[in-house]
């Protein structure tokens, strides 16, 4: 049974940087290269929403609000998918989840809480 465990989250000035990882237990090491992986963030009061995506051939997409600021990667051989925030902001405030998905197989993480604030 395969499990994605989010970490890294915290406490962060504006402007800062944090870097969020999510290990999949319990997959192969094909995992990351058969699925696509992304993360996702919910802020109290608001939808789930795309954050970015990282395809299985290594193609990374964003959402407008977070170019340029964030990046997505992976470490195949650490089973283990990144976000890198910088210049952080207080609207990247949320609870980020991590999913993997391959046809209709979607795994999600129990999610990390990213706080930015001074």
């Known amino acids: 049974q395969v499990q994605l465990v989010e970490s890294g989250g915290g406490l962060v000035q504006p402007g800062g940087s944090l870097r969020l990882s999510c290990a999949a237990s319990?997959?192969?090491?094909?995992?990351?290269?058969?699925?696509?992986m992304s993360w996702h963030r919910q802020a109290p009061g608001k939808e789930r929403e795309l954050v970015a995506v990282?395809?299985?051939?290594?193609?990374?997409t964003y959402a407008d609000s977070v170019k340029g600021r964030l990046t997505i990667s992976r470490d195949i051989a650490k089973n283990t998918v990144y976000l890198q925030m910088d210049n952080v902001k207080p609207e990247d405030t949320a609870v980020y989840y991590c999913?993997?998905?391959?046809?209709?197989?979607?795994?999600w993480g129990q999610g990390t809480q990213v706080t930015v604030s001074s």
């Open positions: 990282i395809t299985p051939g290594g193609t990374g």
């Open positions: 319990g997959a192969s090491g094909s995992f990351f290269s058969l699925h696509t």
């Open positions: 999913k993997g998905r391959r046809a209709l197989n979607v795994y």
